[in-house]
């Protein structure tokens, strides 16, 4: 499959780098300095203007199978994906930002030739939203078009998941999938002995419908939210419109004037503040300490790493920093900030999704571990009874859909043809795992 992608960027570049190990990738941009740093990637790179429609053609542009424009310009991106479909391209997806083209985290927009509109802060504060739902929860991911859900949070002092794994009550329908401690994580076997403890990261499959009994059994169920957002840009425009509907206690900080007075109209439960979020007199009256979230999703990465420390020391709960560099997550973490997501990782994951279609991957970490999920075919390996035990050390199995219906498994259950089985393995398993999928019979 041929796959063609303008604009080599943070998420240009991720999308090369992910998708050239199995496809045909052509890559174009006009900075020679991005052009340069896919070089030792097996994709072709061409240096030029993502907009000239005979550059595009004599790049080949008519024979890809999938277009992505995902340079720093909604228009070009717009050009681009309008170009490819006049050429004959059935599948395009643009990346675009300004709210006058798109109001929601994506959006079809076939009539105008553009399959697909994509913008990176509305699905980022749409993920943020959806972590919200309990306080210890660092991600959530949907699983099987939300039948599913991957949940990552973690052990507070009084929650009834401290112990060993063996003597683990989860919430029906809820199975440890990995714990993460520090640099490591645990796929835990049968036989392991290992102790939960305070401080982890649990990572849990479970059935969409068993997640409020989860947030029931370990007491976070009643909490109620108070939030501060810091910046009143696209993602805190959003962030604080859906949360609204959450009936949560809001206040967003905006430096400029112009902007809080926008917000005050649109934003009619959001208490709005004209002032800097690094001013400490400004937040400390506000009482940052007594929230239970800080969002810090300015766009400067430094500033809002410098927010979420003050908001951390003076005593708010949980802290989560947008990060437009997705290599400042680690730093952001390892300084204190509970969760730093970026905009750009979350778009990487999402066209990824929509280009592998059925196989669905995400990444947890920083290439620590990846869920996978599969169809299983006629023969393959993994059917029949007992297919947990079938995982190698290192992965294990996750999820079965099997229709409509989630199966979380036990050490018995049978995985038959048609299912789509969800797998989280470490990296250097994968290749030990996909063979399980083929189409043969085992030896």
């Not at 479909?85 to 994506?106: E, F, K």
Request: contains cysteine; aromatic residues 4%; proline residues 3%.
């Amino acid at each position: 499959m041929h796959i063609f992608i303008t604009g080599a960027g943070e998420v240009g570049f991720h999308l090369a780098r992910e998708l050239s190990a199995a496809y045909d990738v052509t890559v174009i941009d006009q900075s020679s300095k991005a052009c340069e740093r896919l070089e030792g990637i097996d994709a072709k790179v061409l240096q030029g203007n993502a907009a000239n429609a005979q550059l595009l053609i004599e790049a080949g542009i008519q024979d890809a199978e999938i277009v992505v424009a995902v340079t720093g310009n909604d228009e070009v991106n717009i050009i681009t994906c309008i170009t490819a479909s006049h050429l004959g391209v059935d599948r395009t997806i643009a990346r675009v930002s300004n709210s006058d083209y798109i109001d929601q985290p994506m959006k079809d927009r076939k009539q105008i030739g553009i399959g697909l509109m994509i913008c990176p802060e509305l699905v980022m504060a749409e993920r943020i939203v959806t972590d919200l739902y309990f306080p210890s929860m660092i991600e959530r991911r949907r699983l099987a078009g939300g039948k599913g859900e991957l949940i990552e949070l973690v052990v507070g002092e009084d929650m009834p998941l401290i112990g060993t794994i063996e003597n683990l009550d989860l919430a029906e329908n809820c199975k440890l999938a990995a714990i993460k401690r520090g640099e490591e994580i645990l796929i835990p076997k049968k036989e392991d002995t290992i102790s939960i403890k305070t401080g982890d990261r649990l990572i849990l499959t479970c059935d969409a419908k068993s997640v409020p009994k989860l947030r029931r059994q370990i007491h976070e169920d009643t909490a109620s939210h108070k939030v501060m957002i810091v910046g009143g840009g696209v993602v805190g425009f959003y962030l604080a419109k859906w949360l609204e509907k959450m009936d949560f206690d809001l206040k967003l900080v905006e430096i400029d004037n112009v902007r809080c007075q926008v917000l005050a109209e649109e934003l009619p439960e959001t208490l709005i503040l004209n002032g800097d979020g690094t001013d400490i007199s400004l937040i400390k009256a506000e009482n940052v300490g007594s929230m239970d979230v800080v969002f810090s999703v300015t766009g400067f990465d430094e500033k809002n790493l410098l927010c979420s420390l003050l908001a951390k020391q003076l005593g708010a709960d949980k802290i989560v920093a947008r990060v437009d560099r997705s290599d400042y997550i680690d730093l952001f973490e390892m300084v204190g900030v509970d969760h730093a997501i970026s905009p750009g990782r979350v778009t990487v994951e999402a066209v990824l999704r929509l280009i592998r279609g059925s196989e669905e991957v995400i990444v947890i970490g920083k290439d620590e571990a990846e869920v996978l999920e599969f169809r299983v075919e006629k023969e393959a390996k993994i059917l029949g009874k007992n297919a947990a035990e079938k995982m190698p050390k290192g992965a294990i199995l996750g999820m079965v859909m099997r229709g409509s219906q989630p199966i979380i498994p036990t050490a018995d259950t049978e995985v038959k043809e048609g299912d789509r089985v969800f797998i989280l393995a470490l990296p250097q398993v994968l290749s030990k795992v996909k063979p399980l999928f083929s189409a043969e019979k085992a030896a």
